[in-house]
């Protein structure tokens, strides 16, 4: 098994240690986001990191960088560790923790609302439509079952939460944030975004249920796609064979590890709450092997290593 | 508008960005002021009143220097350390009055120094390593492909393409154990004063020894250092650096003898390096496909292998605590080196990937010398039928000649069918002798070598250099 990493420890200022990932600050224009390999399951951040995570979850990202470059530009610099240390040599002593993990981005400010983009009936939207027959905030036809496909994808924005869960809005709410002309641009690209990726992902047997993209503004007032773009930790990533909607669908990357927490939730060995129990070796392994899995199906080409 | 200067073609031409990057004078900057971090973190940790807002600021200073600033000042006191102090000190004024506390130049210079020359280490084995995994491959494809071995240039023996690719992947194993060992080894300078007697610190810490040597030890794992020189002058010893060039020198012979092989290899028409398609190879001659980057390599290699002597003169002629010998040979050698080192290693790797066995080629001439390699099985043959030892080594020497005159007048070969017809090998069956001419009967254990080199040596090796992979964005300019 390679090398897993808890948390990167790095010779530049850390502006943020999020639930699995950091960033830091490279000079004035500059972010390196740095994917650690730990992992979340059921809103808890477990003990053991795993294997390669981190460097799917980056390169992932990367790759849809590049396919969604003509839909909208990105903050994506490089996530090559070559020539991320070309760029900045400080980092020459820490290839171990970079090890595809880390992308150099274009520092932006961004937009305070998450976007996120349903195309099937899931997670808080569906627990939404199930209460009140509404998807933020908007009425929906009656009878859908749980995991069904929409007919239209739908834009769902959320505020960002310092702490707890982001909050669902409507798209009202989020033009007083951001002002009705930036909602409506925000939306449109979300919008676009998500069909060129739900097509591209369905050709290699993925549904990508539902996504959540940032935004941000460059000095120069130019839009660019910024943060995790398309990754299992971003949406929620089905296997298509498996699809029977009526039900809660598996996970492509974390089942195995949902599998085993719900079972010793079962049994009473854990209640569900921080910290989460030790994972054993070969659940660690096969969750490793699911993300490495899902860089193969979506980008085609095997992780390097 | 600047005026025209002069660049070295090291780094217009040859060597990475990255290597580049390591030796530019923004990242020294950047090192020197993590190196004042650590240290004003450290001494702070261990007591000495150090505000919390002084570090907060060479924090948030690491990597925006402006080394035109910096330049006027250096004009001014014509002491390099001290221009940086005082830019930095402009840019962070709540660090001003604490920077470089109790610490001589060489904290920062030998320190950043050190770390440079690791991590230059480290690139150059993660790129040691493509050139080991791109032999490695050939020499199992062409592990059991009789060719002819050389010695003296002379057609020899038979080896096959794949063991003969285990010899410069050994060279080559040899450098990465010599690189490996000098990583190990490799200690900071450390905290040490400007004699190397630590006496200043002694004194930042009235007198607590304990302090002293947690301040060092502090400072030195704050970059990855386990260990400081146990003891220096006011600079580390000389003869680190020579022994990291001499480690680095390795790959300079490796590296020449893979390109001059290739290079006559290729004369042979049995190996070609890469081309482009395009590739011009004369301006008047259209036809020619030319070895330029083993010549490269080559050219490359002797520069790294010559650059040795710097180090060790410079080893060699340091006075007492220090003298300033050292200085600007070293600003120039090091770099140097570690770049010359880093093209040849892409070079070596680039060509090792991309190199065409012909494979008609090879065993064309393998069909051109065989009777010549059978001579030896043919003369026992005689003998056990009867013949006179000496007589028959008369007679093949005679048809030998003979029939290599008649190739080279574009005749076609005929030792077999002269020797059989000669009443000296009246009493061999021909078929015996023809049965002689089988290539794979002369390889030895060639193939077998190949398989227990890789098994053994090669893959063990591999695998410890996989923490230095590198992602392979760096190609050859050709």
């Not at chain 1, 009140?132 to 939460?161: N, Y």
């Not at chain 1, 909050?167 to 709410?173: C, G, K």
């Not at chain 2, 039928?385 to 080279?408: K, L, P, T, Y």
Request: charged share 25%.
């Amino acid at each position: 098994m390679p090398f897993a990493l808890a948390e990167s420890r790095l010779p530049l200022p850390l502006l943020r240690r999020g639930k699995v990932r950091e960033v830091y600050e490279v000079g004035p224009d500059a972010l390196l986001l740095v994917a650690s390999d730990r992992v979340s399951a059921f809103d808890v951040v477990l003990p053991n990191p795993i294997p390669r995570k981190g460097a799917v979850l980056t390169q992932i990202s990367a790759f849809w960088f590049g396919e969604l470059r003509d839909v909208l530009p990105s903050h994506f610099l490089t996530a090559d560790d070559d020539e991320i240390i070309a760029r900045v040599p400080a980092l020459a002593s820490h290839r171990d923790q970079l090890s595809g993990r880390a992308m150099l981005c274009r520092r932006t400010t961004p937009f305070p609302i998450e976007c996120v983009v349903r195309g099937y009936l899931s997670g808080s939207a569906w627990a939404e439509y199930r209460d009140r027959g509404t998807l933020a905030g908007e009425p929906m036809p009656r009878g859908l079952v749980e995991s069904a496909r929409l007919d239209r994808p739908i834009f769902s924005p959320a505020t960002k939460a310092d702490v707890g869960h982001d909050e669902n809005i409507t798209l009202d709410h989020a033009r007083d944030i951001v002002g009705a002309d930036r909602a409506d641009q925000l939306r449109d690209a979300s919008l676009k975004l998500y069909a060129a990726g739900r097509d591209r992902a369905a050709t290699r047997g993925i549904i990508i249920a539902d996504t959540k993209f940032e935004f941000g503004k460059t000095s120069e007032g130019t839009t660019l796609l910024i943060d995790e773009v398309l990754t299992p930790d971003s949406s929620r990533f089905w296997p298509a064979d498996q699809y029977a909607p009526g039900r809660g669908q598996p996970s492509f990357d974390k089942q195995p590890l949902r599998d085993y927490l719900a079972d010793l939730k079962k049994v009473g060995k854990w209640n569900g709450s921080a910290p989460g129990p030790d994972l054993p070796p070969e659940v660690v392994r096969a969750t490793s092997d699911r993300y490495v899995d899902a860089y193969r199906r979506i980008t085609g080409h095997d992780l390097p290593a | 508008m600047t005026p025209p200067r002069y660049e070295s073609p090291l780094g217009t031409r040859y060597a990475s960005s990255v290597m580049q990057a390591l030796w530019s004078a923004e990242h020294r900057a950047g090192l020197w002021r993590r190196l004042w971090l650590a240290l004003a973190e450290a001494e702070r940790a261990l007591g000495v009143p150090i505000p919390e807002d002084a570090i907060a600021g060479i924090r948030a200073h690491l990597d925006d220097a402006d080394l035109a600033a910096v330049r006027v000042y250096e004009q001014r006191l014509r002491h390099d350390v001290m221009a940086h102090i005082h830019h930095l000190g402009d840019q962070a004024p709540a660090a001003r009055p604490y920077l470089h506390l109790g610490a001589t130049s060489c904290f920062v210079t030998d320190n950043a120094d050190l770390i440079v020359l690791r991590d230059a280490c480290g690139l150059l084995l993660g790129r040691l390593r493509r050139v080991l995994a791109a032999l490695r491959e050939l020499a199992i494809t062409h592990a059991d492909q009789p060719t002819v071995a050389y010695t003296h240039f002379q057609p020899a023996l038979l080896t096959t393409v794949g063991k003969r690719a285990t010899l410069w992947a050994f060279d080559f194993a040899l450098d990465a154990d010599a690189l490996l060992r000098v990583l190990e080894r490799l200690p900071f300078r450390g905290c040490k004063g400007a004699t190397g007697t630590q006496a200043s610190f002694v004194e930042l810490f009235h007198g607590d020894a304990a302090k002293v040597r947690e301040l060092d030890r502090r400072v030195a794992a704050a970059f990855g250092f386990t260990e400081t020189v146990p003891v220096c002058g006011q600079t580390y010893s000389r003869k680190v650096d020579a022994q990291i060039v001499d480690a680095w020198a390795g790959l300079g012979q490796s590296g020449s003898k893979f390109g001059n092989d290739l290079r006559l290899l290729q004369h042979e028409g049995e190996l070609l390096e890469p081309a482009e398609s395009a590739q011009v190879g004369s301006s008047v001659m259209p036809y020619k496909r030319n070895p330029m980057r083993a010549e490269r390599l080559c050219a490359l290699s002797r520069y790294l292998v010559a650059l040795r002597e710097n180090t060790a003169y410079t080893a060699a002629t340091q006075w007492l605590e220090r003298t300033l010998d050292d200085s600007a040979n070293r600003r120039l050698v090091l770099p140097d080196a570690a770049m010359a080192a880093d093209a040849l290693l892409i070079l070596a790797a680039d060509i090792g990937r991309g190199v065409e066995v012909r494979q008609s080629t090879v065993e064309r001439n393998v069909t051109r010398v065989m009777p010549y390699m059978a001579t030896e099985r043919w003369l026992l043959l005689a003998v056990a039928a009867g013949g006179d030892r000496q007589s028959v080594h008369e007679v093949i020497r005679r048809h030998s000649w003979a029939a290599r005159d008649a190739e080279d007048r574009g005749e076609p070969p005929s030792l077999l069918d002269r020797l059989a017809a000669d009443p000296a090998f009246a009493k061999v069956d021909v078929a015996r002798l023809r049965a002689e001419l089988e290539p794979a009967r002369y390889i030895g254990r060639s193939s077998s070598q190949v398989h227990e080199y890789v098994a053994e040596h090669l893959d063990p090796l591999l695998e410890r250099l996989t923490p230095f992979a590198t992602s392979d964005s760096a190609g050859v300019t050709v």
